[in-house]
């Protein structure tokens, strides 16, 4: 399917390209506009399919632990691409303009500015300096939540099989199970960080057996304690160190 959609795509981009080397823009913001929001939606797709295509042939088929970390380790690798041009992402996801004349206008790219490495080799008529930036970061988005889908369907199937064994009952109460949940969501103990705060809570309702439908009253409960507001997790702390005192004769 990734290989149909490749050719599907490449099939599309090169009319898109036949059809805007020729094309003179009425004014500044079109181009813009079309390099910043149109032409990235295209290349995102190729580059997320590419994606597909390289992580289902390299993924190991040996286990659903080895599986799930190597996705890990993917989303991981895309982070670092992150840090290594934070400013314009920054700019991106800011929706800031002020730069979009330099980074979305054919021509007009700033030689003091950071340029991709491959800038001489760009079809300048079909590219700006930073129009495939903009397609890497949309591509990545959607590779990373095929990656996160995927890791929660593992993690679903493990914990079906694990209560095939025995049910596991949360014996404490909902507010401080939210409260441990947030300690572990905010510390970025689940899928390197990446996962959002309502997939986590689903996964542990269907872990447990437990509706956390209302965890965001259960927060505000939690924030407006007066003296400690992390008093369960302040207690398995004292639990725990305690069980290593009385442990170490």
Request: proline share 1%.
């Amino acid at each position: 399917m990734a290989e149909s959609c490749l050719i599907h795509i490449d099939d599309v981009v090169r009319k898109l390209k036949s059809q805007i080397t020729k094309h003179q823009f009425d004014s500044i913001a079109d181009e813009v506009y079309f390099f910043k929001e149109l032409k990235p939606k295209f290349i995102a797709e190729f580059l997320f399919y590419q994606h597909i295509l390289t992580l289902e042939s390299e993924k190991p088929h040996n286990g659903k632990k080895l599986l799930q970390k190597f996705y890990l380790n993917e989303i991981r690798k895309l982070e670092i691409q992150y840090d290594d041009d934070k400013y314009f992402y920054n700019y991106y996801i800011r929706e800031a303009t002020y730069l979009d004349h330099k980074y979305f206008v054919r021509h007009s790219y700033d030689l003091k500015m950071k340029l991709p490495q491959q800038l001489h080799n760009f079809d300048h008529e079909f590219t700006t300096s930073h129009d495939h930036k903009v397609a890497t970061i949309l591509g990545n988005q959607k590779i990373t939540s095929y990656m996160n889908d995927r890791i929660t369907e593992l993690q679903t199937d493990q914990w079906q099989d694990l209560q095939k064994f025995k049910k596991l009952e949360w014996s404490s109460s909902k507010v401080n199970l939210v409260e441990l949940i947030y300690g572990l969501h905010h510390s970025r103990c689940f899928n390197a960080g990446t996962i959002e705060l309502s997939e986590t809570i689903k996964i542990f309702e269907r872990l447990l057996d437990i509706d956390l439908n209302n965890f965001h009253k259960i927060v505000s409960e939690i924030k407006s304690r007066k003296n400690n507001r992390i008093k369960f997790l302040q207690l398995l702390q004292e639990n725990l160190s305690q069980f290593f005192i009385d442990t170490d004769a």
